[in-house]
C-alpha cells in the first residue's frame, strides 16, 4: 500500500500532524511520505495542478483546505479537516482579511469535499461542523500523539533561571487571536509575582511580552519542548477554536494538567477538574481563578496530571489513530 501526503506549508499544527502521520505508517510497514509546497498555494490551490502527477499512489491523504488539486494522484482520495473556521462562533474574532480568505477557503474545501472518497475530521465536534456547514458526513478520527516521545520526566539535567519559587504555566502555539493569545497578558497581570508564564513563539515565531512575567523562550525543538512540558506546572490555553489541539495532547501526554477554554473540541481532551479546567471562552477571572486553584492545591495538581497521562496513552495515541486510518485505507482497497 502506497500513501502519499501532499500539502503547502501551514506553520501549524496541520503540518505537524502530516509528518508524524508518515513516520508512523511507515514504522507500521505502509510505504508512506509526504510532499511539501510554499505557503502561496493555499490561496490558490489549483495552480499545483501541472505539479501533480497522476496515479503514483494507492491513497491521496490531503488536508480539505487544499486536497481538490491532488486527487488525481492516486486511486483513491481521502480528505481530513483539521479545523472548521467557518463555525459561525469564529465569526466575531476575524479581521476583515480573515473573512475574505475563509470564504475563499470555503470553496476549496467544498471542491475537495465533492471528489474525496473518504472524509475525515480530527475531532468529534470538527466532523459535526462538517455536516452542519458542507451538508456532506464525515468520520471522526481523534488526534493522537506519540506517548513515546511526550512523557513524563524522572530526571532532567534542565537549568532554567526563571521561575524558582513561582508556579510556572506554559502557552504552546502561534501567537493569534484564535488561540487567546490576546488574553495571556490580561492573565498574567491579574495572576501577578507569584506567577510565570514561559511562551513559545510558535511555528510562526511570533512573541509576546505585554507583562512582566511572561518569558518568551523561542522556537523550541522536540527535546526542548519536553523539557518544558516537564518544567512548567500547568498549560495555560485559552484558545477560541480547535480542531483537536495537539499542543494539548502533548501536555497531557507529559502529565501536565491543563487550564483551557470550555469550548468547541476541548471538552473532548480535557475532562473538568479530573485533568484540569474547563474555563468560559474570554472570561480572564475564571482562567486567573483557574491557576490560582491549581497553585494552592499542588497534590490535587498532581493528580490530574496523572490522570490526562494515563488518558493520553489509553485514548489519544498516535498509534491507535494511524491503525484506525490503516483500516479506512485498506476499506477502501478492498
Same mark, same amino acid.
Given at each position: ?50 505539479? =501533480? @502527477? /497522476? ?8 488536508? +480539505?483546505?487544499? $486536497?481538490?488539486? #491532488? ?105 493569534? =487571536? @484564535? /488561540? ?8 498574567? +497581570?491579574?495572576? $501577578?509575582?507569584? #506567577? ?117 496513552? +489509553? ?20
Amino acid at each position: 500500500m502506497k500513501v502519499v501526503f501532499p500539502y503547502t506549508y501551514a506553520g501549524s499544527g496541520s503540518d505537524v500532524w502530516t509528518m508524524s502521520m508518515v513516520e508512523q505508517l511507515t514504522k507500521m510497514g505502509v510505504d508512506a511520505s509526504a510532499t511539501v509546497y510554499p505557503k502561496h498555494y493555499q490561496f490558490y490551490p489549483y495552480l499545483l495542478k501541472p505539479q =501533480v @502527477r /497522476k496515479n503514483v499512489a494507492d491513497i491521496v491523504h490531503t488536508n +480539505s483546505w487544499t $486536497g481538490g488539486a #491532488f486527487y488525481h494522484q492516486g486511486r483513491f482520495h481521502v480528505t481530513t479537516e483539521h479545523l472548521v473556521v467557518h463555525d459561525p462562533l469564529v465569526k466575531p474574532y476575524k479581521s476583515f482579511a480573515q473573512r475574505t480568505f475563509h470564504k475563499m477557503v470555503y470553496q476549496h474545501e467544498r471542491s475537495a469535499f465533492k471528489r474525496a472518497d473518504v472524509i475525515t475530521a480530527v475531532s468529534n465536534y470538527s466532523a459535526e461542523q462538517v455536516a452542519l456547514q458542507f451538508k456532506v458526513p464525515a468520520k471522526a478520527i481523534q488526534n493522537g500523539i506519540d506517548t513515546t516521545k511526550f512523557y513524563p520526566k524522572t530526571t532532567s539535567n534542565f537549568s532554567e533561571p526563571y521561575g524558582k519559587g513561582k508556579f510556572k504555566l506554559l502557552f504552546v502555539g502561534n501567537f493569534s =487571536v @484564535r /488561540k487567546g493569545a490576546d488574553l495571556l497578558p490580561k492573565i498574567m +497581570s491579574k495572576l $501577578g509575582d507569584n #506567577f510565570i508564564l514561559f511562551t513559545t513563539t510558535g511555528l510562526q515565531d511570533k512573541a509576546i511580552t505585554e507583562a512582566e512575567n511572561i518569558v518568551s523562550i523561542g522556537k523550541c525543538n522536540h527535546q526542548q519542548l519536553l523539557e518544558y512540558y516537564n518544567y512548567c506546572d500547568a498549560l495555560l490555553f485559552p484558545t477560541r477554536l480547535e480542531g483537536l489541539s495537539l499542543t494539548t495532547l502533548e501536555a497531557m501526554a507529559c502529565g501536565m494538567p491543563v487550564v483551557t477554554s470550555d469550548c468547541f473540541s476541548m471538552p473532548e481532551l480535557i475532562v473538568d477538574k479530573k485533568g484540569g479546567r474547563l474555563c468560559p471562552v474570554d472570561d480572564v477571572s475564571a482562567f486567573v481563578d483557574a491557576v490560582i486553584s491549581l497553585a494552592d492545591s499542588p497534590l490535587h495538581a498532581k493528580s490530574m496530571g496523572e490522570f490526562n497521562r494515563e488518558r493520553a496513552e +489509553s485514548s489519544f495515541s498516535l498509534t491507535e489513530m494511524c491503525s484506525r486510518y490503516v483500516k479506512l485505507y485498506e476499506a477502501l482497497l478492498i
